[in-house]
């Protein structure tokens, strides 16, 4: 990618960049100046909610770049807008590494806050390995971002994580003197990091994408509590046709997301195979991919489920429809993995609600804030394959009230996670940008 990557749009933000079918944007909200968002990878192909959200706001006009921490994303990305759908991204990671070195370097010679600086975040006593590597890296990553933020003319830093992008924002905040804020998630606070109070209180605010975790950024943020502001993120409903449930012989079960611990997929293998020895006819999609791909076929083998359970891979999302409109309930089977790990208020589970799906999911991180027990959906404890089960039993023993609960879902994600109707509270935030309350 070109240096000049970071170039702000022209004028009040490229019009040629803006679609005939973008929701309106009131011109209120569009902030001052030029945002630059930082992530680890752009785009991402499990991070298609940035994508839509950064895309909007693009869309919308609003002076923006993307910087990357990392390279260019290995996996694929096959959305309708390939790439990074027109957004201009400077991209950093090992071919960066020279310059990085070098504007540490020269900071730490002729700065003394930046020498400070580095008895801060590098002697932090991380949880993991992981969680300290990236964080050393976009510790590093801060002092290049901070002389090329003011090049650049950015006004605004937004880091769009609160682990190392924000970590990265922190940094060249600190060195360039433009404010910075941050959005959290779930994975990105938990399990906990270290310099999470210090980047709270010197951020312009924190958005919370859940009122559940809102609580626990607000105790960390002690005096900066204020700065905590909630804003969802969301989806276009006009993305996802309605499915059909119960219209076929069979039940067909889906569950869809990263094969890692905290999905908790064995769980669901294992519920299916209660609903096996019970005789019960189904047929199981796990849809997805990681590092326990391998393992959860080992054990759907182990279970005799071979013929029941079919692993169609990783779904791009113009592709994972065709698995909801086959579908008759959908599955989070979520728990906290060992290292604290949680989920937040997973898109799989949005995606299949406004696909019209009944959904079964754990209770579990901030998925209750959209699955509202036997309102929207049904709740079971994590990990509990028993209860898991008899949930399905219960939805396909009573599809009409299954197919309540899902209208109800539906309409709840449309009212409460609208992706324009929340990309417009983000604005605001990014605009009026609100102190402290240090009462």
């Known amino acids: 990618m070109p240096y000049d990557a970071m170039s702000p749009p022209t004028g009040s933000g490229d019009r040629r960049a803006v679609m005939p079918d973008a ?65 201009p991204v400077h991209r950093l990671g090992i071919r960066a590494l020279g310059r990085i070195a070098r504007d540490a370097a020269r900071a730490a010679a002729t700065d003394p806050s930046a020498r400070r600086l580095w008895g801060t975040v590098p002697w932090h006593r991380w949880p993991d390995l992981e969680m300290a590597g990236e964080n050393a890296w976009a510790f590093l990553c801060g002092f290049h971002l901070a002389r090329l933020a003011r090049e650049r003319g950015v006004t605004h830093l937004h880091a769009c994580w609160a682990s190392g992008p924000a970590t990265a924002a922190w940094v060249a905040s600190r060195l360039s003197g433009i404010p910075f804020s941050f959005t959290a998630w779930a994975g990105d606070i938990f399990p906990p990091d270290g310099a999470l109070p210090a980047k709270i209180r010197d951020s312009a605010f924190v958005r919370s994408t859940s009122e559940t975790f809102a609580g626990h950024l607000r105790a960390e943020a002690g005096p900066h509590a204020g700065r905590v502001q909630v804003v969802r993120n969301g989806q276009d409903p006009s993305r996802f046709p309605a499915a059909r449930p119960f219209d076929r012989p069979g039940l067909r079960l889906l569950a869809m997301g990263r094969f890692v611990p905290k999905k908790g997929f064995v769980h669901a293998l294992d519920a299916a195979a209660r609903l096996a020895a019970e005789r019960v006819d189904f047929r199981l999609t796990l849809a997805g991919a990681g590092p326990g791909a391998r393992s959860l076929r080992r054990r759907a083998s182990a279970l005799g489920l071979g013929d029941r359970v079919r692993f169609p891979g990783w779904m791009p999302r113009e592709g994972s429809g065709s698995c909801h409109l086959d579908g008759d309930i959908f599955l989070l089977p979520s728990v906290v993995d060992a290292a604290g790990d949680r989920d937040g208020i997973p898109n799989v589970v949005m995606e299949a609600m406004l696909h019209g799906l009944p959904v079964i999911a754990s209770d579990v991180g901030a998925v209750r804030e959209l699955v509202r027990h036997r309102e929207t959906g049904l709740l079971v404890p994590p990990g509990d394959d028993a209860a898991l089960a008899a949930a399905i039993r219960d939805l396909a023993a009573r599809p009409d009230e299954a197919l309540a609960m899902a209208a109800r879902g539906r309409e709840w994600v449309r009212r409460h996670f609208d992706l324009a109707t929340n990309c417009r509270r983000f604005l605001d935030l990014l605009a009026t940008r609100p102190e402290a309350d240090h009462g």
């Open 23 to 87: 929701p309106p944007s009131p011109a209120s909200a569009a902030p001052d100046g030029h945002t630059a968002f930082l992530l680890h990878w752009f785009p991402k192909p499990s991070e298609t909610f940035l994508f839509d959200e950064l895309s909007l706001l693009r869309r919308w006009g609003v002076p923006m770049s993307v910087i990357s921490l990392y390279g260019r994303h290995p996996g694929p990305f096959p959305e309708p807008a390939a790439g990074d759908g027109g957004i």
